[in-house]
């Protein structure tokens, strides 16, 4: 993107266009991370399962020509892994941070192993949405390019938000994350909410792996993510297990990565890795301030191990 | 699930007799070797479907990793920064944290070795080798012991803070290699100013092993020694065990997890410093190699016993080291390792469920 023709404008342009194209894998990993956490386990796996995804995805758009079918396969891969987790951290005694950074080593080894042939060709990506073709700068049009996903994941933010207050399923996540013994006191199975919880975690995960593959970057290799997954537990706190927050911190978070470049495109290039620490700063800044010794991170699920 | 059921039950309630001793650590060896094999059955089931022969697969691996002396030592200079690392995570656990910041540690670690070992290279070698260790252990100790402190002081859980701790460390490495700290002459990869030859600490006479491996060692014994045998150690240990019961003992909890984090932390930086100063003579991208996390599953293997973390690592690296020989070889993809790795991470951790459910195991009444 060229940003000297509009000067010190393009700064904000091309961060509301970053934020828009690179915060949907965030958007979907802390959406699946946020309902996991709603129900008491946390999955520090999701690194691992984002990058599964972007692999299924991409190798199953290579062959089978159609990138919604990869996107649908990223999400089962990513469902798959979800229940391996669940189930393993089911067992008594096991600790799930430990098993959720196995699982990250398990599923980016497994997904470099099958993604070998995928490296080189040139498979069909996912059409975006020209939104912003009533405008005349480029600029603008190519910031309000929108893949569909992202749409999807907004809807779903929403969903998840209404559904998490209104449902039986809502509650009852809720229910079990909070306390388990109140759940099983009202006759519901704790680990098999949470295997579940988790499995649709890693679908969640999945899908957003396979946008980094089919949309944005837009290709597979091994060095596809840049962290994506393992940011989400950070974004989950941040927008504290509210998944409209989740949606917000995601075009934060994505905004934040998008600011380095665009300063460096009007010549400021000092500071670029500085800016893209500012959410891991802003997020620690806010445990900081809301934390206290004596009492848990306000919103926080009450059995999450981390949070006690 | 509490982060106090990881902790090794061992010591929690004191062995009585010698053969009840026997029968723990029975358990501590069979355990993990079991699941191993149950790993290898896993892995070998899935390279027979793909076509290859599982035992062959196994016998270039150990080609690879322990059948000669050559393999030993690329075995064991990837074990070295591995070991380090996993005492990051270690020695907190025994006071009841459970810290993922080691990566962290490490680069930051590397980064205060580079700059104090070029400020320092007009002196002898021996004082620019010690500045670089402790400008990097004081660091790396304090990066972690900040995690510490954040839970004590604040109540911020220490696991995702020392994560977010260690991205902020990774921004700022990257920011100062290719910013403030660059060596103008460092023009494809950005890398600190060289600290020079003479200042490097270099490899151990008749072996083609950095130092790092020493260091390694000699952290993991005095660590163990630390723990298991002194006062301290116990008190450590307590605090892991139940805080309340710590208080009311009169210890001095605080301080004692800001140790135990600086130690760890310490161990952290010292292999980015081994890293920096016996391998690539500067600091750059190369040091962010994922060592910190690799360190966190060693650390979990080896039950958070600073002497098993030796074996466990070697093991690591071992595996790590044969991914090449797969590779020429059966014309495996390089991944193949991560594959092993990651199966066998995953049935060992699972296999933490079995601990005290074997009868034979378990020490006899009297």
């Known amino acids: ?308 | 699930m509490s982060s106090s059921a990881v902790l090794p039950v061992t010591g929690t309630r004191p062995a009585a007799f010698p053969s009840d001793r026997l029968r723990r650590a029975a358990e501590a060896i069979v355990i993990p070797v079991g699941a191993l094999l149950v790993a290898m059955i896993v892995f070998g089931a899935f390279m027979s479907m793909i076509g290859k022969d599982p035992l062959e697969v196994y016998a270039l691996i150990y080609k690879g990793a322990f059948s000669s002396g050559f393999a030993w030592q690329n075995t064991l200079q990837r074990a070295a920064p591995l070991i380090l690392t996993a005492l990051c995570v270690a020695l907190p656990a025994q006071t009841g944290l459970i810290l993922i910041g080691g990566e962290g540690a490490l680069v930051l670690g590397g980064l205060a070795a580079a700059v104090i070992g070029h400020a320092l290279s007009g002196g002898s070698p021996m004082t620019v080798k010690i500045g670089m260790a402790m400008a990097a252990m004081f660091v790396g100790g304090g990066w972690i012991a900040l995690a510490g402190a954040l839970r004590h002081y604040r109540g911020v859980n220490e696991t995702i803070s020392s994560l977010l701790l260690t991205y902020i460390a990774i921004a700022l490495f990257n920011h100062f290699v290719e910013g403030p700290l660059r060596d103008p002459a460092s023009l494809n990869k950005p890398s600190t100013m060289p600290i020079g030859d003479a200042n490097m600490v270099g490899h151990i006479p008749g072996m083609d092993v950095h130092w790092g491996l020493v260091y390694g060692i000699a952290f993991c014994i005095v660590a163990y020694v630390l723990v298991r045998h002194t006062v301290h150690g116990f008190a450590l240990r307590i605090v892991g065990g139940n805080v309340r019961a710590a208080k009311l003992a009169g210890l001095p909890v605080g301080i004692l997890i800001l140790v135990s984090c600086f130690l760890g932390g310490a161990a952290a930086g010292l292999a980015g410093m081994a890293e920096v100063a016996a391998v690539h003579g500067s600091a750059n991208a190369s040091l962010i190699a994922g060592y910190g996390y690799a360190g966190i599953l060693v650390s979990f293997i080896a039950r958070h016993n600073p002497l098993a973390i030796l074996p466990v690592a070697t093991l690591l690296g071992g595996i790590a080291a044969s991914g090449g020989m797969l590779q020429r070889r059966l014309d495996l993809p390089d991944a193949t390792v991560l594959v092993l790795e990651g199966i066998a991470f995953m049935v060992i951790l699972a296999s933490e469920t079995l601990y005290g459910r074997f009868r034979m195991f378990q020490p006899r009444e009297t």
Not at chain 1, 118 to 125: D, E, H, M, N, W
Not at chain 1, 167 to 196: C, I, P
Not at chain 1, 295 to 307: F, K, M
């Open chain 1, 1 to 308: 993107m060229d940003g000297t023709s509009l000067g010190w404008w393009g700064v904000p342009i091309a961060v509301l266009g970053g934020a828009i194209r690179v915060s949907t894998p965030f958007l979907f990993v802390s959406l699946g991370e946020c309902l996991t956490e709603k129900s008491g386990r946390i999955n520090l796996g999701l690194e691992g399962i984002l990058v599964m995804g972007a692999m299924a995805g991409y190798g199953i758009s290579y062959l089978t020509g159609s990138p919604w079918l990869g996107v649908l396969v990223a999400g089962f891969a990513g469902l798959l892994l979800g229940l391996l987790h669940g189930t393993v951290c089911s067992l008594p005694r096991v600790n799930d941070i430990a098993v959720g950074i196995g699982l990250m080593l398990f599923g980016t080894g497994f997904a470099f192993f099958l993604g070998k042939p995928f490296v080189q060709p040139k498979a069909p990506t996912l059409p975006a949405l020209h939104l912003g073709d009533w405008a005349s700068s480029p600029q603008i049009q190519a910031a309000l390019q929108i893949n569909v996903l992202f749409i999807i994941g907004l809807i779903l933010a929403l969903a998840m938000s209404w559904a998490f207050r209104n449902t039986r399923w809502g509650l009852v996540v809720r229910m079990v994350g909070d306390s388990a013994d109140a759940a099983r006191a009202m006759g519901y199975q704790v680990n098999l909410v949470r295997v579940l919880s988790t499995a649709v975690g890693g679908f969640l995960a999945g899908v957003g792996g396979s946008f980094l593959s089919l949309y944005y970057p837009g290709s597979w290799n091994e060095g596809l993510s840049s962290g994506q997954g393992l940011m989400a537990v950070a974004l989950v706190i941040f927008a504290r297990w509210r998944p409209l927050h989740c949606f917000y911190a995601a075009l934060l978070f994505g905004g934040a990565s998008a600011l380095g470049p665009a300063l460096q495109s009007v010549g400021v290039s000092s500071g670029y890795y500085l800016f893209n620490a500012t959410p891991y700063v802003l997020t620690l800044g806010i445990m900081i301030a809301t934390c206290s010794p004596r009492r848990n991170l306000a919103g926080a699920p009450g059995e999450l191990s981390v949070t006690r």
